[in-house]
């Protein structure tokens, strides 16, 4: 049974730092890997999305990694901005399912 | 966020009562998802209906109920519902069948059941 982990829980950052979070993954027969962000209140909105075959995603200060092996995915914000501030959250699908698998995220506040 | 809207936003009901939610995708997707949002815990798939096929999560309790007339219109019905049952309600919609296949989440109902 898949089970998707995030830490920290919770992480404040000063404005301009560049940070890490990270997602680890008990079975590395994932279909696909997605970090989503979650305003307060609201919906979610997709970042980036990994394949299986695909090691890495780039979008803008953001850049996701993939390292099925290890179980792990980390989201890497360059030059964070308080516009940041936000809950950040992994998902993992597995090949021939409907489902992602969420983890409980990284509430992340940047500081200006 | 347009693309998929849910109504109501916020919804305040008594155990005994009968309410729906609904959620509608604007992006000509193939497949939704209903999603529980509880504090301090994962978010918990309900439902999904995909190419016209429902597969449901065996843990949710009847007293919810789904329908989906169509592909962009989704129904989440509730009756005589528990206050564990407050949380968010996330609406989603995706391209079944696809490669690389992203969600796309609407804002969310609040639901406090007292």
């Known amino acids: 049974k898949q089970e998707v982990t995030q830490i920290p829980a919770a992480l404040s950052v000063p404005e301009g730092e560049n940070l890490v979070l990270n997602c680890s993954f008990t079975?590395?027969?994932?279909?696909?890997l997605q970090w989503f962000r979650q305003d307060p209140g609201k919906g979610l909105t997709s970042l980036l999305l990994i394949q299986s075959s695909q090691r890495e995603q780039t979008s803008g200060r953001l850049n996701a990694s993939l390292d099925k092996s290890s179980g792990r995915s980390t989201l890497y914000i360059a030059a964070s901005q308080p516009g940041d501030s936000a809950t950040y959250l992994c998902?993992?699908?597995?090949?021939?399912?409907?489902?992602?698998?969420f983890g409980t995220g990284t509430r992340l506040k940047v500081l200006a | 966020e347009t693309g998929v809207t849910q109504t109501p936003r916020h919804l305040v009901m008594g155990m005994t009562n009968k309410k729906s939610l609904k959620c509608e995708q604007h992006l000509g997707h193939n497949a939704m998802y209903w999603y529980k949002q509880s504090a301090k815990k994962p978010l918990e798939l309900m439902f999904v209906?995909?190419?016209?096929?429902?597969?449901e999560n065996n843990s949710v309790p009847s007293r919810f109920s789904p329908e989906c007339p169509n592909s962009s219109h989704l129904f989440l019905h509730l009756h005589t519902l528990q206050p564990e049952d407050s949380a968010l309600y996330l609406c989603?919609?995706?391209?079944?069948?696809?490669?690389?296949?992203?969600?796309?989440f609407g804002p969310g109902t609040r639901l406090l059941v007292l």
């Open positions: 998902a993992a699908s597995t090949s021939g399912t409907y489902k992602y698998i």
């Open positions: 209906y995909s190419l016209e096929e429902r597969v």
């Open positions: 989603a919609s995706s391209q079944a069948g696809t490669r690389g296949e992203t969600q796309y």
């Open positions: 079975d590395s027969a994932i279909y696909n």
